[in-house]
């Protein structure tokens, strides 16, 4: 049995690259070597709070700009949040030129396809979990998505 060398200037090299760029896993292979990093504790956290704020940077009216104002803080809590199931890039509509699959005050059943999710070059249809309200949206259109990231809440 061989032990390996690590190469402890990479791992903070690669450790300090993804603080700067929120990332939280990274993963190199070169060769035979392979390397995989994941940040533990803090980031869903912080992958909440960013899309819940773009989402109101973005927020076409006004009702849909005061919904994220009046949940502000961690929702992974909230009874209606609809988590990411997976890590890949949230689409509110089956293709660029469709209507979106849901919008704030639609009401849902459960079932229903409210978004997609594209995780390596698949598309996959994520229904609502239970009927409702559409009360907020927490993505904006063709952003990354990290697993357990609150996307929705349906009331």
């Keep these: 049995m061989t032990k390996t060398e690590v190469d402890k200037d990479l ?5 300090a690259l993804m603080e700067e760029t929120g990332l939280s896993e990274i993963e190199i292979e070169n060769d035979d070597d392979r390397m995989r990093l994941v940040r533990a504790g ?5 992958t909440v709070a960013i899309p819940a704020a773009a989402a109101a940077a973005a927020a076409p009216t006004p009702a849909a700009a005061a919904a994220p104002a009046a949940g502000e803080g961690d929702l992974s809590g909230h009874p209606g949040a609809v988590v990411s199931p997976i890590v890949g890039t949230a689409y509110n509509a089956p293709s660029p030129d469709d209507a979106p699959f849901v919008q704030i005050g639609d009401k849902v059943t459960a079932g229903q396809t409210i978004l997609v999710i594209e995780a390596m ?5 994520i229904p609502s979990p239970h009927g409702g309200t559409v009360r907020q949206i927490l993505f904006e259109n063709a952003s990354p998505i990290e697993y357990g990231d609150v996307l929705m809440i349906i009331d």
Excluded: D, S, Y
Excluded at 42 to 46: D, G, L, N, Q, V
Excluded at 121 to 125: G, M
């Design 42 to 46: 803090t980031a869903p956290a912080a």
């Design 11 to 15: 791992i903070r090299e690669l450790a």
């Design 121 to 125: 070059k698949t598309f996959n249809e």
